[in-house]
């Protein structure tokens, strides 16, 4: 699987533009100041609204893409798209600053630059210079748009069509699920590759936690893995920062085979000095049903330990995870749940209620968002407006 010695190509398509036409607007025109789309809040706080002023007649159906916190400020990409052609092939798309309950900048390029509708798989916000950078894996595209209205684009082509994670004027591309080969978009250059972990075995499931604002000190330091390898030697899991494994521990002596690989499922976290670890196996009469165990390790001993082992679990469909934050697992039913109550689970395995703003009649729930710190919660009316919520994961 190891391309390390082949050579990426780095075609410009457009080595800076500045967008004279790039609107840049520092007032509040939404009515931000209240909400409409929530009847009860359940403990979240309001962030702010957003409208489409050329809605309905030209331009509706808000689409957020990414929702993140900077400092005391929210950020958030939303895309329009036009309601006179057939099909919506114009679109627009905003950056958006919140604080304070109010929309305070808004960064709008012009129509049909920048990604398509839905064509990026991913985006993340170099928040210093509030510039956002987009990346699509498959065509290996990336684009760049500052505040100012500065554009970066170009193709790197060659490697492989496994995932590339965005981190701040970084592209970690995956060469095996534990070999890194990061490119700089600032410098437009490839980067030392790397490798994740210090096991030689293959890794049934791995999770990664980035901790992006150090990368750039860091590097693979700042990255952090949890994973489950089963051997003949005996199954495990573990814990890696960087290419250094922190420490393993030992599940069981079964045969390799027992374990089915897409019932798996490791999920790691950290907090300070903490290193939080889930792994979801199956249980092997019948081996559709699921169990998991919480793990702990400090890192001022290196040493995992077990917090809950084996607590039994509904069946894989009947349920979806959300996110792992601060030692809790946000577990939310599936249409297949006879209770579709969502909840947190924390380490020792106590079961909690968790509760999403309650929409009113004017607006309809899009989507949660699990950052480091919150979960957002984006409401729209589906023509124009669009609110945002969020609650603190600490």
């Not at 600053?97 to 960064?107: C, D, Q, R, W, Y």
């Not at 607590?311 to 939310?332: A, H, M, T, W």
């Not at 297949?336 to 999403?356: H, I, K, L, S």
């Not at 480091?372 to 603190?392: C, N, P, T």
Request: aromatic content about 16%.
């Amino acid at each position: 699987m190891s391309i390390l010695n082949r050579t990426f190509q780095i075609f410009p398509l457009i080595t800076l533009l500045f967008v004279t036409s790039c609107k840049k607007d520092n007032t509040d025109n939404t009515n931000s100041d209240s909400y409409q789309f929530v009847s009860d809040l359940k403990g979240f706080e309001y962030v702010g609204a957003f409208e489409e002023a050329d809605a309905p007649a030209y331009y509706a159906n808000p689409e957020e893409f990414i929702v993140e916190e900077y400092l005391d400020n929210t950020r958030a990409l939303v895309m329009t798209q036009s309601t006179i052609d057939n099909p919506p092939d114009r679109k627009k798309w905003y950056m958006l600053n919140f604080k304070g309950g109010k929309l305070t900048e808004t960064i709008t390029p012009p129509e049909k630059t920048g990604p398509d509708w839905g064509n990026f798989m991913q985006f993340c916000f170099d928040h210093e210079n509030f510039a956002l950078q987009s990346w699509h894996t498959t065509d290996k595209y990336f684009y760049e748009l500052n505040k100012s209205g500065g554009e970066r684009s170009y193709f790197i082509t060659g490697g492989n069509n496994l995932g590339t994670f965005l981190v701040k004027n970084h592209l970690l591309r995956t060469i095996s699920e534990t070999s890194f080969w990061p490119y700089s978009t600032l410098n437009q250059s490839d980067e030392p590759q790397f490798l994740l972990t210090s096991e030689l075995s293959a890794m049934y499931n791995i999770d990664y936690f980035f901790d992006s604002e150090n990368y750039d000190t860091q590097g693979s330091q700042s990255i952090y893995t949890g994973y489950f390898y089963p051997s003949n030697d005996g199954n495990w899991i573990g814990v890696a920062r960087g290419n250094q494994t922190l420490d393993t521990f030992l599940i069981s002596h079964d045969p390799p085979l027992f374990y089915n690989k897409f019932l798996c499922k490791t999920y790691v976290e950290k907090h300070g000095n903490i290193v939080n670890l889930v792994f979801i196996k199956n249980k092997f009469n019948p081996n559709t049903d699921q169990d998991i165990s919480f793990y702990q390790l400090d890192m001022t001993t290196n040493v995992l330990t077990p917090v809950l082992e084996n607590k039994s679990l509904p069946p894989d469909e009947n349920y979806e995870i959300k996110g792992f934050r601060n030692g809790k697992l946000y577990v939310f039913p599936t249409s297949n749940a006879t209770d579709q109550q969502p909840f947190t689970m924390a380490m020792d395995g106590t079961e909690t209620p968790f509760y999403v703003p309650t929409n009113s009649s004017k607006g309809n729930l899009l989507r949660l968002r699990f950052t480091q710190k919150y979960v957002y919660a984006s409401f729209s009316d589906g023509i124009k407006r669009m609110e945002f919520y969020r609650k603190s994961l600490f």
